[in-house]
């Protein structure tokens, strides 16, 4: 299996349960890797025959950054459903942070696997 990965993905969205966090966009910070076989790709050098990670990547933006859930555990379903469902992917691992959600903590967030792992 080969991944393809995007780390550091900081997409400014409404996320939270409280409601100072329902006025104010926050950032979310996003790593996920996507199973996919890039030998096709490797043989043609051809954008087309891979899973391009800027496509993945703007079509996460636009969505993320239109949405207004409450927990980053809806988010995170809802954006691995994009990556199996539209992209195709067999598999993938989204980490998500939400970083300063918690005082004196740098990082918080989840972590999910989707799929089947090859």
């Known amino acids: 299996m080969d991944i393809i990965y995007l780390n550091d993905l900081r997409i400014d969205t409404v996320i939270g349960i409280y409601e100072w966090e329902r006025r104010t966009k926050q950032t979310v910070i996003f790593d996920i890797e996507m199973a996919a076989d890039i030998r096709k790709a490797a043989q043609s ?49 989204l980490r998500l942070n939400k970083r300063g959600a918690v005082r004196g903590v740098r990082d918080v967030g989840i972590i999910i696997e989707r799929g089947e792992k090859h």
């Open 45 to 93: 050098d051809n954008i087309d025959d891979t899973l391009s990670y800027k496509t993945v990547a703007k079509r996460l933006i636009s969505y993320v950054s239109t949405s207004e859930f409450e927990l980053i555990e809806t988010l995170a379903e809802q954006v691995a459903g994009i990556l199996l469902d539209e992209f195709k992917v067999p598999w993938c691992r």
